[in-house]
């Protein structure tokens, strides 16, 4: 098991150059369309899962140190490294050594098996209190009435979000006036249309497996921050004339009104 929390540390070290990358190139190309920077965060969530790096001749990542292998004898002369292998029960000058305690002997844990039961311990907690998130929204929208199509409304919430990555759905508050409930619409459909659901979901992984790293957290937040503006930049592109205060004082009502939910609901 301590392995697979080296393998993961591997991973959160380069997905957090990765990451740095990124938030460079967001304050350097702070003018252009961010669904241009949204996509970026791709590359951010591929090296946090992916165990496998991809081999180029070019990358803006350094090269994390290898393993010495080798020992110089000589004026620039190596040779392989061969671990000594004394004589059971006697030391290179022939006293007795105690014999190795076998592992486990004593019923007691290493540091690495004590770091990966902690690594462990933080997964699941993120993990189940999602999932207990999940499961009590689930039950607050039982009685969701279906409007439309793939649109449902609920007196139980109060806040609009998406729901759903195969077939997403959007809930809607009952009674929110017609041009409110229209740029709300517009801006969830933006977000399946994008398949930000998916993303979302992904990088929610990531951060569950690399949670003691706080790149990690501020990449998550960035990278919703992200896809939320790429939302309103394609609605307001898409709409005649300038939108932008009715749109952003709709947006405003159902965010500050969003608490409680789970952190896969947009």
């Known amino acids: 098991m301590t392995g697979v929390l080296r393998t993961v540390l591997e991973m959160s070290i380069t997905g957090a150059y990765a990451a740095a990358v990124v938030m460079v190139l967001r304050l350097l190309l702070r003018r252009i369309p961010k669904g241009i920077t949204g996509a970026l965060w791709l590359v951010v969530v591929f090296r946090l899962l992916c165990p496998f790096a991809l081999e180029s ?22 040779v392989p490294a061969v671990p000594s292998a004394p004589v059971s029960g006697t030391s290179g ?21 004590l770091l990966t039961l902690l690594w462990l311990a933080g997964v699941l907690l993120l ?61 969830e459909r933006a977000h399946i249309r994008r398949g ?9 992984l990531a951060l569950c497996l690399h949670w003691f790293n706080p790149v990690v957290w501020l990449s998550f937040w960035l990278m ?37 939910l789970c952190t896969l609901a947009f």
């Open 93 to 113: 000058t022939g006293t007795a050594l105690p014999p190795p305690s076998p592992a486990g002997e004593a019923g007691g844990l290493s540091l690495g098996q």
């Open 57 to 78: 001749s070019f990358s803006l990542l350094p090269a994390l140190p290898a393993q010495e292998t080798t020992t110089q004898i000589g004026l620039g002369v190596f």
């Open 224 to 260: 919703n921050r992200d896809m939320e503006m790429a939302c309103d930049e394609r609605v307001m592109r898409c709409q005649p004339g300038d939108i932008r205060r009715a749109y952003s004082l709709s947006l405003v009502r159902m965010s500050v009104r969003g608490a409680g």
């Open 127 to 187: 993990i189940g209190r999602e999932l207990f998130l999940y499961l009590r929204l689930r039950l607050r929208i039982r009685t969701a009435v279906r409007t439309g199509k793939g649109v449902y409304e609920t007196d139980q919430i109060g806040t609009a979000f998406v729901l759903g990555v195969l077939r997403p759905r959007i809930y809607l508050p009952q009674g929110l006036p017609g041009t409110e409930r229209e740029y709300v619409l517009l801006h």
């Open 196 to 204: 930000d659901t998916a993303l979302k979901r992904l990088g929610f």
